[in-house]
């Protein structure tokens, strides 16, 4: 099983980027979907999940401005993210299930 992101970039503050992550491998379909970053200096830490039956759970930092989703019929997780901010900085992985990450994707937002 092996997850691919993509779609991140270099945008300023207030813009907006979307991220995709596209499981491949055997037809492998997980529960749980989900983003994290780790910004330079700091833990890794959840963005949000998203289960095959459509609960979310998004983190406090970017509520009102992130939006996961998913495409169960492509395997693939979606993070629109909007009113970028200079503090969103970061790498960002996609996970599936318990265990299996992604490569993660930077986004950088400028001020």
């Known amino acids: 099983v092996q997850l691919q992101a993509s779609g991140g970039g270099l945008v300023q503050a207030g813009g907006s980027l979307r991220l995709s992550c596209a499981v491949s491998g055997s037809g492998f379909r997980f529960n749980v979907l989900g983003w994290y970053r780790q910004a330079p200096g700091k833990q890794r830490e959840l963005v949000a999940t998203?289960?095959?039956?459509?609960?979310?759970n998004t983190a406090d930092s970017v509520k009102g401005r992130f939006t996961i989703s998913r495409d169960n019929a492509k395997n693939t997780v979606f993070l629109q993210m909007n009113s970028l901010k200079p503090e969103d900085t970061a790498v960002y992985y996609c996970?599936?299930?318990?265990?299996?990450w992604g490569k993660g994707t930077l986004v950088t937002v400028s001020s």
């Open positions: 996970k599936g299930g318990m265990d299996f």
């Open positions: 998203l289960t095959s039956g459509g609960l979310t």
